[in-house]
């Protein structure tokens, strides 16, 4: 936990930010985590996860933008991916984040942002997930999925199980048929809003895992938690939901392992795969998630460091 706070108040600082992302030692851990910088990248990427046989969803990464133009920018970006990924005939589908479309600016330009992207989807006829981001922006989410859900049956929201109001936004949310991916939650949560215990949010990512697949709406199951895992192909089995009606999901280049094990065993597998330059806030939160993954980082650049005064003239 005191890693994990650390991680996210450093993450805050512009400074760090730049160091980070010009590092080289940085830049190429961080590459373990997303495609690329650019769509080439991200599309290469697909249809390597594509040959393996599992299918995908590209994240053009980007968060929190302060400008109209920036908030246009990404709307384009999103559309762009859309148009290639049908072209280049991927199996894969697209996420974004509210924020990346001007949330923060206001929610009409946010909402008027994700109907274009929405439009393009539903004309190449692809699914887009509303990824979900920290607690402030749970309600305006939820509520921006809703209105666009009757409009664009081609949207679908994700819900986190450190939230102690999940289960009741899920209960809601399987009642109008929405489609969900279940997480964990990679946000740094007050108390006041989250379980603080990690033995609480695994128990409610069982429960709500169990209550999806009660509901039988085709739903994703996005861990790499053995512990969950097992327990949804029990879950699935005891209600005898098949395999094809729902997917588990994880992250470009983590448990790749694991990916695998569950591809040969018959289940659908789906990987999250971000490309962009902005990907400096993403991968502070996988850093954040595992403090293996800092202690790594800062051998590598401490070894780094060494290596470049030991080379430079004295
Ligand atoms: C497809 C997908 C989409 C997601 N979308 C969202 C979203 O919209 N909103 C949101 O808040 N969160 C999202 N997340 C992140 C999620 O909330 C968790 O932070 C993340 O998945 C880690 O939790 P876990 O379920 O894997 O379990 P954990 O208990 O955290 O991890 C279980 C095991 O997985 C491995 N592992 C987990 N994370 C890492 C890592 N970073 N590096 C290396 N190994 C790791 C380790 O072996 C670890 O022991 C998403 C996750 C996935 C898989």
Redesign the pocket.
């Known amino acids: 936990m005191v890693v994990r706070q650390a991680v996210f108040r450093l993450s805050q600082e512009p400074h760090l930010r730049k160091i980070a992302t010009t590092n080289p030692v940085t830049r190429s851990m961080a590459l373990r985590f997303f495609a690329g910088e650019t769509l080439d990248d991200a599309v290469r990427a697909m249809q390597q996860i594509n040959a393996r046989g599992m299918s995908g ?1 590209l994240d053009h990464l980007g968060e929190n933008v302060r400008t109209p133009a920036e908030a246009q920018e990404a709307t384009e970006a999103l559309c762009t991916c859309l148009r290639r990924m049908k072209a280049a005939g991927l199996d894969c589908n697209l996420s974004l984040k509210l924020t990346q479309l001007g949330l923060d600016l206001d929610e009409e330009r946010a909402s008027r942002n994700l109907g274009r992207v929405l439009d393009v989807a539903r004309e190449l006829g692809t699914f887009v997930r509303i ?3 920290s607690s402030e922006y749970v309600d305006r989410t939820l509520q921006l999925f809703t209105e666009v859900k009757g409009e664009y049956p081609n949207v679908g929201v ?1 819900i ?1 199980s450190y939230l102690y109001r999940s289960k009741k936004d899920l209960q809601e949310l399987v009642k109008v048929g929405a489609r969900v ?1 279940l ?5 740094l949560e007050p108390e006041r809003v989250a379980f603080p215990n ?1 033995l609480d949010v695994d128990a409610n990512y069982l429960r709500l895992t169990r209550t999806l697949l009660e509901e039988g709406v085709y739903s994703a199951i ?4 053995p512990a ?1 895992i097992d327990a949804a192909r029990r879950y699935a089995s005891e209600l005898q939901v098949s395999r094809s009606d729902f997917e588990f ?3 470009f280049g ?2 790749r392992d694991l990916q695998d094990h569950l591809l040969k065993q018959g289940y659908r597998v789906r990987i ?1 795969t971000p490309y962009g330059t902005q990907w400096y806030p993403y991968f502070m ?2 850093l954040a ?2 403090p293996a ?1 800092v202690m790594f980082l800062v051998g590598n650049v401490a070894r780094e460091t060494t290596a470049a005064r030991r080379r430079a003239p004295s």
């Open positions: 969803t990824d979900m981001e994700v986190q991916r997480v964990k939650g990679a946000y990690k996005a861990t790499h938690d969950m999901q994880m992250l983590v448990r999250y939160r996988r998630e595992r993954n």
